[in-house]
C-alpha cells in the first residue's frame, strides 16, 4: 500500500546512493544556478597544432593572458605557437629552434631555453617581443628540469640538484640559489611538475611526482621552505598553492598556503590551508578537510589548486578532468564535477576573473569562474547537507561582496540595530555591497537615535564606518559634507576626495562650492558635469584647460558667447581660448572659424584676429583661400608693415593673388605685387620699378617666369635703364640654362652691349662647352679691349672652333698676334701661322714663336720658310737661336723631304760638337759626308752614333762598299740586309769572311739555304780562303757547326781533312776536330771509318762507339776495336756478347783476357742462354755472387741443386744475404743431403728456416721439414707436420706446446678425420673456449656424425673456468636437435648463461614450443611470447602462465586476440582473462567480439566487474543479458545506476515484453527520459496505479496529473483518487478536486486533501493580516510624529572619543523626543522595531545640544 507523509514522499524522490544525496554536491555546469561558470575558451587543435605538443613541458600557461605551444610546422621546422587570450585568442606563430618556452604572465616577454653544443646545462635566453630588446642571458650549468614565473620580472629555474631565482629588474644579473633540492625530490626518478612562491617570496613550494609501481598509482611529494627562515619541510601530496586572502571580519588579508595531502599507499586525500604569514597577533588560521574524490575515479590525483582571492574560494583541478570547489574559511566543498572527458595536465590562475583555466590532451582550453550572482544562493538553498550553508554564505557575500544575501543582511542589520548595537549594524551596511541598507531610511534611522552620554553618536559611527569599508553614494556624500562645509573644515573635504571616499555629484559639488572653487572643480570633473566645470574654469582664469576638458570628454558649449564676454576682459586669454577651439578634437575644430574672426573684428581686434588666423592657418588648405585673402587684405589696408612680414614668412598659397597684388602695388609694396600678379602687363608696369626693389628679389623672382615671359622682362629692363645691365647679368647668368645663352646674347648685342655680352659669357665660360658661346666671348673681349682674356681663351679653352676663332682674329688683325699665335699652335696650324706672320713682315713674332712659345714646332716653320723662299741666312740664324732644343729627326726630315741637308750641315756640326748622340743627327751628318765624298767610309768605320741600316740603306745605291762597311759596323743588326747587297753585288769573298768572324748560327743558316742560289759560291770562299785565313778555333767550330746544320757531310769532310789531316799541327791533334770527322764519316762515308780510326788517336773512343753501336749506324766491329784499342775489355766483351752475338769469341776473348769482369760477363751470358752448369763455372772464375738471385732461380728451374750449393758455398763468402743461406738449406734438403744441412743448420747462419721448412711442408717433403721445424721449435707447424706423417700423439704434444687455436684446429680436424676422438678431444677442448672457433668446430663435427662425441665435448667443457656463454647456446642447441628431453632442464638451469635470440630461433627450427615460451619469457618478450602460446596451444599453453604474460604485453591487439582465442580454446577461463586485462582493454570492443562469437553471457562477471564505468557498450550488453534471462531486479537496478545507454530502445524492446516486471521497468525507463505520458499509459495498462502517480508527481505537469485523476474518477478507483489527491499535491487546482469529488460522491476522500488546502490558504490569509496590520501600525505612527523637526548639525566644543578621522565634527542632531511610558516599549519575545529605543520619562526638545 502507498504510504501517505511527506517523510515518505521525500525519501521517494530522493532515492539513490547516500554519497550523492547527502554528502557530494554534484553539480551539471551547463546551466541552471550553478556556482561556477564552465566555458570553453579555444581550442588548440583548431589552429592546426599538432596533438603531440598538447603534453606536459610542450605547452605552457603562466596566467590568462598567454599559451604557449612548442611545435613542429608543416614544412618540419619548429616554431613556437603564442596564443593571447587578451587579444580575442589572437594566435602568432614564430620559426623557433628553443627546446622549451615560457611566455611571461604579464607582459609580452618570452623566455628561450636551449642546449649549447660542447657545454653541459643548458642556455636560458629572455626576450621582450615588443622593444625586441634583449633582458638577460644565462648559462646554467646543470640541465633545468623545470621554470616558471613567479613574477613578472621573476624566473625561477628548477635544476637538477638546486632551485635558482632570477630577478630580471637588475640588469646583467645572474640567477640565484635559493634552495637545494632534498629527500624524494632529489631523486633522479622524480619529475617536477610545479613550482610556486608566495606574493613576498617568503616561502616556495616544489612539487613532484614518481611512482613505485611503474604508473600503477602516482606518488607526489612536496618540499615547503621558508627562505627567511632557511628550513624545509616535506609534505606527500600533489599539488598546492599560496594566495592573500580575507578569512576574517577585521578585512585583513592573509597569506595562505593550501595543499592536497595523499599519504603513499592510500588513496584518502586532505585539503590543507593555513596562515603561513601569520601577521596578526591572534591564533593563525589552520584548516584540514577529508576531500572526497569521484566514486568513479577513486585514484585521480589533483594536479593544481588555485586560491581565489576574489571569492574566497579553492579551486582543485584533477588530473581525471574533474573540479573541486570548496570554501576556503569553512574548507566546505561547494561543487564537484567533470568538467574535461580527457585528462589535465596543466591549469593556472586567472586573475582578472579570479577563476581558473586549464588544458586537457586534447588540446581544449576551458575557463572556470565563480557564478557571482547565484555561488550565495546555490549555497544557501542547495547545499542541504552543511548545516552552517547560511554562515558559509553569508560570510563569502560580506567578504566578497557577492550577491545573494540580501535578505541574511537585512535581517542581521535589523537584529543588530534593535538591540542597540549600533556599530555592527553599521559594519552590516557596509558589507552589504548590494546597497539594499544604503538608503536615506538608514540615514534617517541613525540621524533619529540619540548618542548616549560619553559616546559619539550613531550617525558618526555609521559614516566612519561606511569610510573605513568603502566609498560613500551620492546620498551619503551630500548628508556629510553639508554640515564639514558650514564648519569649514577644508582639511576633512581634501583628505576624502584623495582618498576618493565620496561618490561626486552635482549636488554634492554645489554644497562645497561655496568653501572652496577648487574643490568644487574637482567634484564637477569627476561627477561630468560639463558646464559646471567650464563654468569654474572661466572663474579661476584657467582659459587653456577649457579646451582640453571639452577634447577629453567630448563636450559642446556655447563657445560664441563665451568669446564675446570674454574678448573685452580678457582679449590675451580670449585668444588663446580661440586658438585651442580652432585647434579641436582630432583635428575637428570646436567652432567656426569665421565666426571667431566676426566676434573678434566687431570690437577692431586686428592684432588678435591676426594671430588666431596666422595659427588657424598654418596648414595652408585649398579650403582656407578666403581666409588667407582676407587675413592680408586687412593687414594690408591697416598695416602694411604686417602684411609685409607675414607676406615674408609664405605661409600661404591659396588666397587671391591678383587681389592682393593689386593692394601690394598701393601699398608701395612692389616686390610682393609683383610675386602675386601674373599677367605679362602688370608685371611689365610692376618692373618699371625695379630700382626699388633688391636684385636679389629680381633674381630670385625671374625663377618663377616663363623663359619667353622673363626675356621679355630682361629686355624690358635693358631698355628702360642702362643701369640696370649689372641686374640683367646676373640674372641671365642664373638663368642662361632656362631662357637660352644665344637669346640672351643676341639680346645684350641688340643694344649694342658689349660689356653685357662679356660679363654675362664669362661667367658661365667654365661651365659651357658651346663652341659658339667661347667664340662669342673671344669676339666680346676683343672688342672690348680685353686682350689678356682673349689671350687666355685662346690658350686655355678647348671648346671653341679653330678654324672661326682663327679667321676671326687673321680678319680682325689685332695689334699682338699672340692669340692667333695660341690657336695655331695648340690646333696645329703651324704652316698657315707661318704664312700670317712672313707674309705680314712680323719675323719677330717667328723667332719668338720657335724660341719661347713651342720649338717642338720649329721644324714646321723651317719647312714652311724654305716653301715661302725665305733667305737661308734667316733659317740658319732661327736654327742657331733654337739651337738644341729644336727637335732633331722631324727637322731633317723636313728638310731632307725638300732636298735641301746642306743648310743644317752648320747646326749640326754644333749638336754634334756638343755631344749629341741623336742618330738622326749622325744619319744626317753621314749623308751630307757621302754625298759630298769627304772621307766618308772613315766616318762610317769611326762613327758609333749612326743608323747602319738608315746609313747602309742610304749608300746600297751609292756605293755598295760603304754600305757593306756600314752594314758590318752594326754587328748582327743588319745581317740579312749585309748578306743580301753582298749577294748581288758579287761580293763573296766579304760575306765568307763576315760570316765565319760573325760565327753566328742564325746567320749562317740564311747562307747556307739551299734556297740561296749563291751558296755554292759562298762554300767555296768559305773553304778556300775564309777559314783557312782563320786562327781562331771557335770561328772553325762555328763553322764546322753550320755545316753540319746545313746537312752538308762531304762538304764537310773536306774541310775537316783540309784542317785535320793536311794543316798545319795547330789543328791536327785537335779532339773534338778527329771526333767530328770520324762522327761525319759515320754518318756520310760509312768506309772511310775504319781508316780514320787507325790513323787517328786522339778523340773519345767510349762515345765514338756508342755512336757506332747504336742504330741506324750498326757498325759492331768498329766499335769492338775502338775498345780493343783502348783496352777497354770489358766494353769489347759486351759488344761480343751483345751485339755481335758469338759465345766462342767471347771464350776465346774471356780466356785470352783472363779478367774477372769478362768472365762475370760471360758468365751472365750463358746464364741467360740457359747454359747453367756453364755459367756458374764462369761465375766460379770471376769469383762473383752478383747475380745469386738469378742463378738460384735458374739453377732450381734445371733442379742443378749439386751445382747450386758449389756456387752458394761461394757467395756465401762473397755476399752476405738471408736468401743465399736459405737457398743453401734448401738445395742441402732437395739434393738430399740432409745430413749436410742439420750441420749447417746447427752451425752460424743467417737461413730463414721457417720459410724452408713451409716450403718443404708444401712441397710434401715432411722429414725434411721436421728437421727444420725442431731446429726452430716452431710447435705449430711441427703438430702439422706430425699429423702428417700419422704421429698424432706426437702431434698433440706439439699443439701443447704451441697452445694456440689454429693448432688445435688443425689436430682436431685431423683427429676427427682419423678417427682419433681421444686426441681430438684434447684439441676440442682447447678450441670451444674460443668463441670465434666454435661453429667451425661443431661444424667439423657434425658432418663426420659424431654427435654424442660433440655433446660430451662441450657438456665437459663447461666445468672450464673459460667457458662462455656460447658454449651454452650452443649445446642447448645441440639437446634441441639431438636430445629434446633434456633441453628444458637445462635451459632453466643456465637461463642467465643461454644467448636466448639465438636459442629462441633454434627452438622454433625444431618446434620446442614450450621451451621458446619459456625463453620468451624471460627476455621480456613478453608479446612473443604470448603469441606463440596461442598459436601452439596443445603444447606451450598454460593458463597461469598466460595470464602472467597478458599483464606485461605491449601490443595492444594482443589483447583482444586472447579474447578470441580464449572463447574458442579455453571460455571457462575468459573472465579470469578479462579480469586480468580490464584495466587495458576497450570494453566496448570486447563486448563486440564476445557478441561476435555468441559469448555474451560467457563474460558477465567481467562486464558487471567494468560497468562502474558507465559505458555504453557494457551497460547495453548486461542489460541484454539480464532481458533475456527475464532477471528483471538485476536490470532495475543496472538501468537505475547506469544511464549511458540507448534508453529509448530498451523502453520500446520491453514495453511489450510478456512479464509485467519488463513492462515496469520499460515505464520507469520512459519516466526517467521525460516521456511521462507514455510511462503513465503504459502503467495504465498494467494496473500500476502507483507507478502513474509517481511518474505524473515526477513530470510536474498539471494537465497530466489532472487527466489522472480522471482516470480514476471514471473508474471507480476511490482510493487511487485519493492517494493521487496527496501524491500530486503541488499540481492539482482545489476547485477541480472539488468538482470531481462532488460530481462522483466522493467527498469522504477528498476530505484529506481539501483539509490540507484550507488549512494552507487559512495560514497565507493570516500571514497577509499581518502584514497589512504591520504596514497600518508604521503609517499610523508616521502620522503621529511632528512635521516640522529639522536636524541641527553643530560643533560641539567638546566631545570625547569621536570615530578616527573626524575629530570634533558633530553629524547628529539634538536628540529626539522619547515617547509616553510604555509606548513603544518593547515587548517580550517581539523584536525591537527601529526607532523604538528611546528611555521613558525624556521628553522631545528640538534643537537642544549635547
Given at each position: 500500500l502507498y504510504c501517505f507523509g511527506r517523510s515518505g514522499k521525500v525519501a521517494a524522490r530522493n532515492s539513490g546512493p547516500i554519497s550523492s544525496r547527502l554528502q557530494v554536491p554534484t553539480v551539471k555546469m551547463q546551466g541552471g544556478a550553478t556556482p561556477v561558470n564552465v566555458t570553453p575558451t579555444i581550442n588548440l587543435a583548431d589552429h592546426g597544432l599538432n596533438a603531440q605538443a598538447f603534453r606536459f613541458g610542450s605547452t605552457t600557461m603562466e596566467s590568462d593572458k598567454y599559451i604557449s605551444v612548442k611545435d613542429t610546422g608543416a614544412d618540419g621546422a619548429a616554431q613556437v605557437v603564442v596564443i593571447d587570450m587578451h587579444n580575442g585568442n589572437a594566435v602568432s606563430k614564430r620559426p623557433m629552434k628553443a627546446e622549451a618556452t615560457l611566455m611571461n604572465p604579464a607582459e609580452n616577454i618570452i623566455a628561450l631555453k636551449a642546449v649549447t653544443e660542447g657545454q653541459p646545462g643548458q642556455f636560458v635566453q629572455v626576450f621582450n617581443l615588443d622593444t625586441k630588446a634583449k633582458l638577460g642571458v644565462y648559462q646554467s650549468p646543470e640541465n633545468i628540469v623545470f621554470w616558471k614565473w613567479i613574477t613578472s620580472r621573476m624566473l625561477a629555474l628548477v635544476c637538477e640538484k638546486d632551485v635558482y631565482h632570477w630577478n630580471l629588474e637588475v640588469a646583467n644579473s645572474t640567477p640565484e640559489k635559493v634552495f637545494t633540492r632534498a629527500g624524494k625530490l632529489a631523486e633522479a626518478g622524480t619529475q617536477i611538475i610545479s613550482y610556486a612562491a608566495n606574493s613576498s617570496i617568503s616561502w616556495c613550494l616544489l612539487t613532484a611526482i614518481s611512482t613505485q609501481d611503474q604508473g600503477k ?36 588579508v592573509s597569506g595562505l598556503f593550501a595543499f592536497s595531502e595523499r599519504k603513499v599507499g592510500t588513496q584518502a586525500t586532505k585539503l590543507h590551508v593555513m596562515d603561513i604569514v601569520k601577521a596578526g597577533t591572534g591564533t593563525p588560521f589552520k584548516m584540514a578537510v577529508e576531500v572526497q574524490m569521484p566514486p568513479e575515479a577513486p585514484g585521480d590525483f589533483a594536479v593544481a589548486l588555485h586560491l581565489s582571492e576574489k571569492h574566497g574560494v579553492c579551486f582543485m583541478v584533477t588530473k581525471g578532468g574533474f573540479l573541486l570547489v570548496f570554501d576556503v574559511a569553512s574548507g566546505a566543498m561547494i561543487a564537484r564535477s567533470r568538467v574535461s572527458q580527457d585528462s589535465i595536465f596543466i591549469s593556472t590562475y586567472s586573475t582578472l576573473s579570479g577563476g581558473c583555466i586549464f588544458i586537457n590532451r586534447k588540446g581544449a582550453v576551458t575557463s572556470v569562474t565563480v557564478n557571482e550572482q547565484g555561488i550565495v544562493g546555490f549555497i544557501m538553498n542547495q547545499l542541504v547537507q552543511l548545516p552552517n550553508r547560511q554562515e558559509i554564505a553569508f560570510n563569502l557575500a560580506r567578504r566578497f561582496g557577492l550577491p545573494g544575501a540580501d535578505e541574511l543582511f537585512q535581517r542581521q542589520f535589523s537584529q543588530y540595530f534593535a538591540s542597540g548595537d549600533y556599530k555592527n549594524a553599521a559594519v552590516v551596511a557596509a558589507q552589504c555591497k548590494s546597497g539594499l541598507l544604503r538608503t536615506p531610511q538608514t540615514i534617517q534611522q541613525f540621524k533619529s537615535v540619540q548618542a548616549q552620554p560619553g559616546q559619539s553618536s550613531p550617525i558618526l559611527h555609521y559614516f566612519s564606518t561606511l569610510l573605513e569599508y568603502g566609498k560613500l553614494n551620492a546620498l551619503e556624500s551630500v548628508e556629510l559634507l553639508s554640515p564639514v562645509v558650514q564648519q569649514g573644515r577644508r582639511e576633512l573635504v581634501e583628505k576624502w576626495l584623495k582618498e576618493d571616499k565620496l561618490e561626486c555629484t552635482e549636488e554634492l559639488g554645489d554644497v562645497v562650492k561655496p568653501m572652496d572653487g577648487k574643490f568644487a572643480l574637482s567634484i564637477y570633473l569627476r561627477a561630468s558635469i560639463h558646464n559646471k566645470v567650464i563654468q569654474c574654469f572661466v572663474e579661476q582664469g584657467q582659459i587653456d584647460q577649457i579646451v582640453a576638458y571639452v577634447k577629453r570628454v567630448g563636450y559642446t558649449a556655447d563657445y560664441n558667447q563665451l568669446l564675446q564676454g570674454m574678448v573685452a576682459s580678457n582679449p590675451e586669454g580670449a585668444t588663446n581660448f580661440a586658438k585651442a577651439l580652432l585647434e579641436g578634437k582630432d583635428g575637428v575644430p570646436l567652432i567656426d572659424i569665421n565666426q571667431v574672426v566676426k566676434v573678434f573684428m566687431d570690437q577692431n581686434k586686428l592684432q588678435e584676429t591676426t594671430s588666431i588666423l596666422l595659427d588657424a592657418l598654418k596648414a595652408n588648405r585649398p579650403d582656407q583661400g578666403a581666409l588667407q585673402t582676407q587675413l592680408l587684405a586687412m593687414n594690408l589696408q591697416q598695416a602694411p608693415k604686417v602684411a609685409e612680414a607675414i607676406l615674408q614668412m609664405n605661409m600661404f598659397t591659396h588666397y587671391d593673388r591678383s587681389y592682393i597684388g593689386q593692394l601690394c602695388e598701393k601699398a608701395g609694396l612692389m616686390q610682393y605685387a609683383m610675386e602675386n600678379y601674373t599677367d605679362t602687363s602688370d608685371l611689365k608696369r610692376v618692373m618699371l620699378h625695379a630700382h626699388s626693389m633688391t636684385p636679389e628679389f629680381l633674381i630670385n623672382y625671374f625663377s618663377k617666369l616663363p623663359p619667353e615671359t622673363a626675356l621679355e622682362c630682361l629686355h624690358d629692363l635693358m631698355r628702360h635703364n642702362r643701369q640696370n645691365l649689372n641686374v640683367a647679368v646676373q640674372i641671365a647668368i642664373k638663368y642662361h640654362e632656362q631662357i637660352g645663352a644665344m637669346k640672351i646674347v643676341d639680346m645684350f648685342e641688340s643694344f649694342a652691349s658689349n660689356e653685357g655680352v662679356f660679363y654675362f659669357l664669362g661667367a658661365i665660360l667654365s661651365t659651357s662647352t658651346d663652341a659658339e658661346v667661347h667664340f662669342r666671348y673671344i669676339r666680346a673681349a676683343s672688342r672690348c679691349g680685353n686682350m689678356q682674356e682673349v689671350e687666355r681663351v685662346c690658350r686655355e679653352s678647348t671648346c671653341y672652333d679653330p678654324v672661326v676663332v682663327k679667321d676671326f682674329l687673321k680678319e680682325a688683325k689685332l695689334p699682338d698676334p699672340r692669340p692667333l699665335i695660341y690657336v695655331c699652335d695648340l690646333h696645329d696650324h ?32 723651317t719647312g714652311a720658310l724654305i716653301d715661302l723662299d725665305c733667305s737661308e741666312d734667316f733659317i740658319k740664324n732661327l736654327l742657331q737661336n733654337v739651337r738644341a732644343a729644336c727637335p732633331i729627326e722631324p727637322l731633317v726630315a723636313e728638310v731632307e723631304k725638300r732636298n ?51 746609313v747602309g740603306k742610304y749608300c746600297e745605291d751609292r756605293d755598295p762598299h760603304l754600305a757593306y762597311t756600314a752594314y758590318k759596323r752594326a754587328w748582327g743588326n743588319c745581317d740579312e740586309a749585309l748578306v743580301d747587297v753582298t749577294n748581288r753585288n ?40 775564309a777559314l783557312p785565313e782563320s786562327s781562331n778555333a771557335d770561328e772553325v767550330s762555328a763553322t764546322v757547326k753550320a755545316f753540319i746544320g746545313a746537312d752538308l757531310p762531304n762538304e764537310l769532310i773536306e774541310l775537316l781533312e783540309k784542317i785535320v789531316l793536311h794543316k798545319s799541327a795547330d789543328f791536327s791533334k785537335n779532339r773534338n776536330l778527329q771526333n767530328l770527322l770520324i762522327l761525319t764519316a759515320i754518318k756520310a762515308d760509312k768506309s772511310r771509318v775504319m781508316d780514320y780510326i ?23 766491329e768498329e766499335a ?124 752460424t747462419n743467417t737461413a730463414n728456416i721457417q720459410t724452408v721448412g713451409d716450403r718443404l711442408y708444401d712441397e710434401n717433403n715432411f722429414k725434411a721439414a721436421k728437421s727444420l721445424y725442431q731446429s726452430i721449435s716452431n710447435n705449430a707447424k711441427l703438430a702439422a707436420t706430425h699429423v702428417q706423417l700419422g704421429e698424432y700423439p706426437q702431434a698433440v704434444e706439439a699443439a701443447k706446446k704451441a697452445n694456440n687455436a689454429k693448432t688445435w684446429k688443425e689436430v682436431n680436424i685431423a683427429c676427427i ?12 677442448m682447447h678450441i670451444i673456449v674460443h668463441a670465434d672457433h666454435l661453429d667451425e668446430l661443431i661444424s667439423q663435427y657434425e658432418a663426420s656424425g659424431s ?19 656460447g658454449m651454452f647456446t650452443e649445446l642447448a642447441i645441440l639437446y634441441a636437435k639431438y636430445k629434446p628431453e633434456k633441453l628444458m632442464d637445462f635451459i632453466k638451469l643456465n637461463t642467465a648463461k643461454l644467448n636466448i635470440p639465438k636459442l629462441i630461433q633454434a627452438c622454433e627450427r625444431h618446434y620446442h614450443w614450450q621451451e621458446a615460451v619459456f625463453l620468451f619469457t624471460h627476455y621480456d618478450e613478453y608479446d612473443q611470447a604470448a603469441n606463440t602460446m596461442m598459436a601452439h596451444s596443445p603444447v606451450a599453453f598454460s593458463h597461469d602462465q598466460f595470464l602472467m604474460v597478458m599483464q606485461k604485453v605491449a601490443n595492444m591487439e594482443l589483447y583482444y586476440r586472447a579474447v578470441t582465442f580464449y572463447i574458442e580454446e579455453n571460455p571457462m577461463q575468459l573472465n579470469a582473462l578479462l579480469n586480468t586485462v580490464a584495466a587495458k582493454v576497450d570494453h566496448a570492443r570486447v563486448v563486440t567480439q564476445a557478441r561476435k562469437a555468441g559469448q555474451l553471457e560467457l563474460i558477465l562477471p567481467y562486464l558487471k566487474s567494468v560497468q562502474q564505468h558507465n559505458i555504453s557498450a557494457v551497460n547495453e550488453a548486461i542489460n541484454e543479458i539480464y532481458v533475456e534471462g527475464e532477471q528483471f531486479e538485476e536490470l532495475r537496478q543496472s538501468i537505475a545506476e547506469f544511464d549511458n545507454f540507448d534508453q529509448i530502445a530498451l523502453a520500446q524492446k520491453l514495453e511489450k515484453h510478456e512479464l509485467m516486471e519488463m513492462r515496469r521497468i520499460a515505464s520507469f525507463v520512459y519516466q526517467k527520459n521525460k516521456r511521462y505520458k507514455q510511462s503513465i499509459e503504459l502503467s495504465k495498462v498494467d494496473r500500476m496505479y502507483k507507478d502513474c502517480m509517481d511518474t505524473a508527481c515526477e513530470s510536474g505537469n498539471s494537465e497530466l496529473a489532472e487527466n489522472l485523476l480522471r482516470f480514476f474518477v471514471d473508474n471507480g478507483h476511490k482510493e487511487c483518487f485519493a492517494a493521487c489527491l496527496y501524491t500530486c499535491y503541488d499540481l492539482m487546482s482545489p476547485d477541480v478536486a472539488l468538482e470531481l469529488a462532488w460530481r462522483k460522491g466522493l467527498m469522504d476522500f477528498a476530505m484529506p486533501y481539501m483539509i490540507q488546502v484550507v488549512r494552507e490558504y487559512t495560514g497565507r490569509v493570516n500571514a497577509l493580516d499581518k502584514k497589512t496590520l504591520k504596514k497600518e501600525e508604521e503609517e499610523e505612527k508616521q502620522k503621529s510624529a511632528p512635521n516640522d523637526y529639522v536636524p541641527d548639525y553643530m560643533m560641539p566644543n567638546m566631545m570625547p572619543g569621536g570615530p578616527g578621522g573626524f575629530g570634533q565634527l558633530a553629524l547628529t542632531g539634538a536628540p529626539a523626543m522619547m515617547p509616553q511610558q510604555g509606548f513603544g516599549a518593547p515587548q517580550p519575545g517581539m523584536m525591537q522595531q527601529p526607532g523604538m529605543m528611546q528611555q521613558p520619562g525624556m521628553m522631545m526638545t528640538p534643537n537642544r545640544p549635547f
Open positions: 598509482t602516482i606518488d607526489g611529494n612536496m618540499q615547503l621552505y621558508s627562505i627567511e627562515k632557511k628550513q624545509q619541510q616535506f609534505l606527500e601530496g600533489h599539488a598546492g598553492c599560496f594566495g592573500d586572502l580575507k578569512i576574517t571580519d577585521d578585512g585583513s703651324v704652316e698657315e701661322l707661318t704664312d700670317y706672320l712672313y707674309k705680314n713682315s712680323l719675323m719677330k713674332y717667328i723667332e719668338v714663336y720657335v724660341v719661347k712659345v713651342n720649338p717642338l714646332k720649329c721644324p714646321q716653320v735641301r741637308l746642306r743648310v743644317l750641315l752648320p747646326w749640326l756640326e754644333a749638336r754634334v760638337a756638343e755631344g749629341n748622340q741623336d742618330p738622326h743627327l749622325h744619319n744626317a751628318m753621314a749623308k751630307i759626308l757621302i754625298d759630298t765624298n769627304r772621307d766618308p767610309e772613315t766616318f762610317l768605320k769611326n762613327n758609333a752614333f749612326y743608323d747602319s741600316a738608315t758579287g761580293l763573296f769573298r766579304l760575306q765568307a769572311r763576315y760570316l765565319v768572324e760573325r760565327q753566328s748560327p742564325e746567320l749562317w743558316e740564311l747562307a747556307l739555304n739551299a734556297e740561296n742560289k749563291y751558296r755554292r759560291s759562298v762554300i767555296d770562299q768559305v773553304v778556300s780562303t787507325n790513323r787517328l788517336d786522339n778523340y773519345d773512343g767510349v762515345e765514338i762507339a756508342k755512336i757506332a753501336l747504336g742504330e741506324p749506324y750498326c757498325l759492331f769492338f776495336l775502338i775498345y780493343k784499342k783502348g783496352e777497354l775489355n770489358s766494353e769489347a766483351m759486351e759488344v761480343l756478347l751483345t751485339n755481335i752475338d758469338s759465345i766462342e769469341r767471347a771464350q776465346e776473348f774471356a780466356a785470352r783476357c783472363n779478367e774477372s769482369p769478362v768472365w762475370y760477363k760471360l758468365g751472365r751470358a750463358q746464364l741467360e742462354h740457359g747454359q747453367v752448369p756453364e755459367a756458374i763455372d764462369s761465375y766460379l772464375k770471376a769469383e762473383d755472387a752478383t747475380d745469386y738471385a738469378e742463378v738460384i732461380r735458374a739453377a732450381k728451374v734445371e733442379e742443378n741443386y749439386d751445382e747450386l750449393v758449389r756456387y752458394l758455398t761461394m757467395a756465401r763468402n762473397k755476399a752476405k744475404d738471408q736468401l743465399i743461406d736459405t737457398e743453401l738449406v734448401y738445395s742441402f734438403a732437395k739434393a738430399e743431403r740432409l745430413s749436410e744441412m742439420e750441420e749447417f743448420i746447427s752451425g678425420k682419423a678417427e682419433q676422438y681421444r686426441c681430438a678431444e684434447i684439441a676440442g654427435f654424442e662425441e660433440l655433446i660430451a665435448l662441450l657438456d665437459s667443457g663447461l666445468g672450464n673456468e673459460r667457458a662462455h656463454i
